[in-house]
């Protein structure tokens, strides 16, 4: 089985200035992972995602992940946030067996821009 | 292009009281997963159809839950003599693929309080 720790709960982050979500997971097999965000009264959306190739992903918004497979990491990073991003962000793992309950989400960290 | 619906958006149940979820996926998708996110919380898995099949049920917490996709594309999730701690956000996905390693599109919830 497979679990997902997001360290913090809440961040708050002035606008234009760079931001971390941290998330690290857990496995005893190989995963895809995922960035979700939520923004108020909305659904979840996918922001971005991690299957194979390049350990680094972007999404068209600016945000940008890295895998780290010796860390078990997938950081979410963007160098210089809006007002705009301000929603709550899940990360998830999925383990590339085919199986069905095979999406876990963390508990997700809740991302606040100041002006 | 038409996502995924869920109805009602919110609902308002006394304690047990019945209640039915429905969901409506992609056209065409053969997943379909339901979540249920308390507040402040990720979403976690309850149930798993490949087109009618369900496939995966462990997630449900108890037998008052029921979820059925009699012809592989709606599927309603039904909650009998509905509880305090029932009160959560329950979150419908689908995907193309059988069991969905990738990408799920979420609806935007059903929004449960009960009373």
């Known amino acids: 089985a497979q679990s997902v720790t997001q360290l913090d709960s809440q961040v708050p982050v002035f606008e234009e200035a760079p931001v971390e979500l941290r998330c690290n997971y857990s496995s005893s097999v190989s995963v895809y992972l995922f960035w979700y965000v939520q923004y108020p009264n909305q659904g979840l959306q996918l922001l971005l995602k991690y299957l194979s190739g390049s350990t680094l992903v972007e999404s068209i918004n600016g945000f940008e992940a890295e895998f780290n497979k010796s860390q078990t990491s997938f950081h979410l990073r963007k160098p210089s946030v809006h007002i705009s991003d301000t929603a709550e962000y899940f990360c998830?793992?999925?383990?590339?067996?085919?199986?069905?309950?095979?999406?876990?989400f963390g508990p997700g960290t809740r991302l606040s821009v100041l002006p | 292009g038409a996502g995924v619906s869920q109805s009602p958006r919110y609902k308002v149940a006394k304690r047990g009281q019945d209640v039915a979820l429905r969901c409506d996926p992609i056209s065409g998708h053969v997943s379909l997963f339901w979540y249920q996110q308390a507040l402040g919380q990720g979403p976690e898995f309850l149930t798993y159809?490949?087109?009618?099949?369900?496939?995966?049920k462990s997630g449900l917490p108890s037998d008052r839950f029921f979820a059925e996709r009699p012809e592989g594309s709606v599927s309603t999730l039904k909650i009998q003599r509905t509880q305090q701690e029932d009160s959560a956000v329950y979150l419908c996905a689908s995907c193309h693929a059988a069991g969905c390693t990738d990408t799920q599109y979420f609806g935007p919830g059903t929004r449960l309080t009960v009373l």
């Open positions: 998830a793992v999925s383990a590339s067996d085919n199986y069905g309950q095979n999406f876990v």
């Open positions: 159809f490949q087109n009618e099949a369900q496939l995966d």
